[in-house]
């Protein structure tokens, strides 16, 4: 029941700041300002800790089998925790410099949407296929 609830929370989640970053251009206009993004941020970053800890315990549980792992398997667990650790060390880089009015450029904003989209978005659906297995 929780892994279904967080799965579901992160897919709501990156299709949310998928669509979002797509769209806010559209909504907002000429404006440099997206308001909504300052709400939205807290939401992210609860997803990326969710996120970065799935992965870490999926990595871990892989690494503590004895047995072969699967090479595919084994890139592909690799592959989201990395991904996981480099998304949140830069969201919340990036988050705490506009949370405490530190400049800066914009530009880094538009890598990390859609990293986190495709990251959590990744690990939300990982972790909906392992509930199939309860």
Do not use: C
Not at 24 to 29: C, D, E, T, V
Not at 67 to 79: G, P, S, W
Not at 123 to 134: A, K, M
């Amino acid at each position: 029941m929780v892994k279904t609830a967080l799965s579901v929370y992160l897919m709501f989640m990156a299709l949310l700041v998928g669509l979002y970053f797509v769209a806010a251009p559209i909504i907002h206009g000429d404006t440099d300002e997206f308001p909504i993004w300052g709400v939205i941020n807290y939401f992210m970053a609860v997803a990326v800790v969710i996120a970065l800890a799935a992965s870490f315990m999926h990595k871990r549980a892989m690494e503590s089998k004895a047995d072969a792992v699967d090479v595919i398997l084994f890139l592909r667990m690799n592959i989201a925790f990395y991904s996981a650790l480099w998304l949140s060390l830069w969201f919340f880089w990036k988050w705490f410099e506009a949370l405490f009015g530190g400049g800066g450029s914009d530009l880094s904003w538009a890598w990390i949407d859609p990293l986190f989209a495709i990251v959590v978005g990744a690990v939300g659906r990982h972790i909906w296929q392992s509930t199939e297995d309860i």
